[in-house]
């Protein structure tokens, strides 16, 4: 028998009124945040505004070109508009099909591609210079004859015309090439022709340094490596990075070199891990270079630091990219579209972080596209090959 059986009926209703209170208080102290309750709480927080985060890419379709383009040259000139030049139009592989003379303007507040003069020669993958006046150079590549070409010509931007301008000392193709921070342009190595044996040499190491002040080539310091399909580029202290390269079925080069145009001198830099040809490398906010991708289906990216000349892994795109395009975005990440095997999916290269994301897809798969980023913050990819042949489509993401 319980105590409860004894009271009187108002003592009972008190007694289930206390018990009740006394419920609702553990109830409610059991229930109290802790610390530890809490960090759990704002980790999870943090976990859905990373996953709200992550950056989705919608590409559109662009003015597409007045004439399709694989291998050519591709420049943002100083009053913004893009030009560009040459290129293989038609044809599936790399030697075959029609050369392009072909040279066209795009013109970013028109949003309008237009057919400028025409080359004197037919060039694949030539090189762009813009010069002092506004006019433009269009130097070496391959020629209709599959000859590498010494000429170079000038489009005067105020008629739209061609004419000659000064030769290279010796032939290039597939060479790298930059603009120094002095306003020369550089071209580096690539496929030549040798004309003490008459025919073309598929690897060199000769550069050469054009003046736009003089109008004139002067040979500079030659690199160690024989170098084509490789990669250059102005570090942020104004020296010149090159890298990889290589025959087209290999082997690929590993190693790097450090070309400095104060004393003309080239330097080998610390290798890096994997041989490469047809990849991209790019110059990060903090001056650090990513190196993506490369022929033999290569996933693994790798950062350069060219303050300690270190590398670092920078972990591994989702596709093997090979012949794709890389860009670096307002926010500090890298864009990569396209490569071998036609590929949609864009990835986006997270510095931070060091992880890659697919972050889109692009509306046509494509090989070699072109890649730049507007003043207004359009990022184009520009034509390429893709399955049914040459590309003339171009396709926008708004950075």
Not at 39 to 63: C, M, P, R, W, Y
Not at 275 to 291: C, E, M, Q, W
Request: charge should be negative; hydrophobic fraction near 40%; include cysteine.
């Amino acid at each position: 028998m319980t105590l409860s059986n004894h009271l009187p009926l108002n003592y009972k209703l008190l007694y289930l009124a206390i018990a009740v209170i006394l419920t609702l208080t553990l109830i409610s102290c059991g229930s109290e945040e802790t610390p530890e309750s809490q960090d759990i709480s704002n980790e999870s927080h943090a976990v859905a505004q990373t996953d709200t985060n992550t950056k989705s890419l919608s590409f559109e379709i662009g003015q597409e070109l007045e004439s399709k383009r694989d291998r050519f040259a591709l420049l943002v000139l100083s009053n913004g508009n893009l030009i560009a030049a040459g290129g293989k139009e038609v044809g599936m592989q790399a030697q075959s099909g029609n050369f392009n003379r072909t040279v066209e303007i795009f013109d970013p507040i028109k949003n309008q591609w237009t057919f400028t003069g025409e080359m004197k020669e037919e060039r694949m993958s030539p090189v762009l210079f813009e010069l002092p006046d506004g006019n433009v150079m269009v130097i070496g590549g391959l020629s209709g004859a599959r000859d590498p070409l010494i000429s170079t010509e000038i489009l005067d931007s105020n008629t739209g015309t061609f004419s000659m301008g000064p030769e290279m000392i010796r032939p290039h193709n597939e060479m790298g090439a930059v603009t120094l921070n002095d306003g020369r342009f550089m071209v580096i190595g690539g496929s030549s022709y040798d004309e003490d044996i008459g025919f073309q040499v598929a690897l060199s190491k000769e550069t050469e340094i054009f003046d736009p002040g003089s109008g004139t080539w002067t040979e500079a310091a030659p690199m160690s490596d024989k170098r084509a399909n490789h990669s250059a580029l102005v570090l942020n202290d104004g020296k010149v990075l090159v890298l990889g390269g290589g025959k087209t079925d290999g082997p690929y080069l590993k190693s790097i070199e450090i070309y400095d145009p104060n004393t003309d001198t080239w330097k080998f830099g610390a290798d890096m891990t994997k041989g490469r040809v047809a990849h991209t490398a790019t110059v990060l906010s903090d001056g650090k270079v990513l190196v993506v991708g490369g022929k033999g289906k290569l996933t693994l990216a790798e950062i350069y630091d060219p303050e300690t000349d270190t590398w670092a892994l920078a972990g591994e795109t989702n596709t093997s990219r090979g012949d794709h395009a890389a860009l670096l975005l307002a926010d500090g990440s890298v864009l990569v579209t396209g490569g071998i095997g036609y590929l949609t999916d864009a990835e986006l290269f997270d510095p931070n972080t060091l992880k890659w994301t697919v972050v889109g897809s692009l509306n046509t798969g494509r090989i070699r596209p072109a890649v730049t980023r507007l003043s207004d913050g359009r990022v184009l990819i520009i034509a390429g090959v893709g399955k049914d042949g040459m590309l003339a489509s171009v396709e926008v993401y708004q950075d």
